[in-house]
């Protein structure tokens, strides 16, 4: 009985025996006998083994749009991370049922920021600036962070959209407190002018406003959260490539350090960075600096270009890459017995103030 309980949810040893030409079959089949009933959204930093099945691949912004318009799918399997998966089952209606893959596909940033660290910085805020701030969090956060900025008054943002919300946000209030990324927050922020020195940084671990000055100066507060992916590119990478590959382009997701953004050519979200080098001509020279599975497959993609990841010792999104045919098959195959496992739901009270910060944010993305 406890070793039943403690295996709960791991995948069965017989999925780690199969072929992969036998698991891609079994998918191959039930998807077919499945019909529109089942819907796989994909996320771009997904393994191809596990991509070539998505009905809809794409960055967080379409993927949370294409979740909201979908109506037919009873049944969908979210390949991305676990907030991925929330905000699904949050957009969708009761009769459909969100499912991850591996429970275990969590994201390191969105865990830096709990409800109660955000409460309490909340109401210190509160005493600080009074009613002048707005909260936005970037849609790698928890559903209880996001109803936390939907029940005050605040959004969720994404990397394609951060732009336009930051701007929306200082049209409600003169301060936006941005969670959980700082990285994104900060270089958002400042490419819509705000100068270094009015923005502050809050430690959620020590409950410490981290900022030297006056502060009635500040006008963005960042939350201290990072993506330990995205912060292994860095300033000696571009550096290294100037010095030895002065032709090529840098480009760089806004999750890396402001320092590294600065540095490079251009930045932008996962889709920004795919069109940019769609759009690039024949022969140009390319380095990225995003996850490698996204890099790999633009390489591939492009035989044509010259294109190389920024830090060469990158790894993929180690915990996007829980998501692998295995799981895929697994949980396809428990829908297909008629089973419930790895369902990700969100509590109807969060659910609904959730919402409220989703639609906020749907509603002008562009
Ligand atoms: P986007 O899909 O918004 O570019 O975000 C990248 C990311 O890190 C997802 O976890
Ligand atoms: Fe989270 Fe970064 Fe992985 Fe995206 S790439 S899921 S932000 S850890």
Redesign the pocket.
């Known amino acids: 009985m406890a070793l039943i309980e403690l295996t709960k949810g791991l995948l069965p040893g017989r999925y780690r025996q199969m072929e992969r030409a036998e698991m891609e079959e079994r998918v191959r089949k039930i998807k077919e006998e499945l019909g529109t009933s089942l819907f796989i959204p994909g996320?771009h930093?997904q393994k191809d083994e596990v991509i070539q099945f998505a009905d809809a691949v794409g960055d967080s912004l379409q993927l949370a749009q294409v979740s909201a318009a979908n109506r037919q799918a009873e049944h969908i399997v979210f390949c991305?991370?676990h907030?991925?998966a929330e905000t699904a089952d949050i957009l969708t209606s009761e009769a459909q049922t969100v499912y991850l893959p591996d429970m275990r596909a969590?994201?390191?940033?969105?865990d830096m920021a709990d409800i109660y660290q955000t409460e309490r910085a909340w109401s210190a805020l509160q005493e600080l600036f009074g009613d002048t701030i707005i909260p936005l969090t970037?849609v790698?956060s928890t559903a209880a962070i996001k109803a936390f900025t939907g029940r005050n008054g605040g959004s969720c943002v994404t990397s394609s959209n951060a732009r336009s919300m930051v701007e929306w946000a200082f049209t409600e209030k003169p301060r936006i407190l941005f969670l959980p990324?700082q990285h994104l927050g900060r270089n958002t922020a400042f490419d819509i002018g705000v100068p270094l020195e009015k923005m502050a940084v809050w430690n959620p671990v020590s409950d410490i406003l981290e900022f030297e000055g006056n502060i009635n100066d500040i006008q963005v507060i960042l939350w201290k959260g990072h993506?330990?992916?995205?912060e292994n590119f860095t300033v000696s990478n571009i550096q290294e490539l100037r010095r030895t590959r002065p032709d090529m382009n840098i480009i760089v997701h806004p999750?890396c350090r402001r320092e590294v953004v600065a540095l490079a050519d251009d930045n932008g979200s996962t889709k920004y960075i795919i069109d940019a080098i769609e759009r690039a001509e024949a022969g140009s020279a390319w380095a990225i600096g995003?996850?490698m599975n996204l890099v790999k497959r633009i390489i591939e993609s492009h035989p044509d270009k010259d294109i190389v990841s920024l830090n060469p010792n990158m790894c993929p999104?180690?915990?996007?890459n829980r998501i692998d045919l295995p799981h895929l098959l697994w949980s396809l195959e428990t829908i297909a017995a008629g089973e419930r496992g790895n369902v990700i739901q969100v509590g109807n009270e969060t659910a609904a103030e959730a919402k409220l910060s989703l639609a906020r944010m749907l509603m002008r993305a562009y």
């Open positions: 996320h930093y991305g991370v907030f991925m969590g994201c390191s940033m969105a970037y790698n990324d993506c330990s992916v995205h999750e995003t996850e999104c180690l915990t996007m």
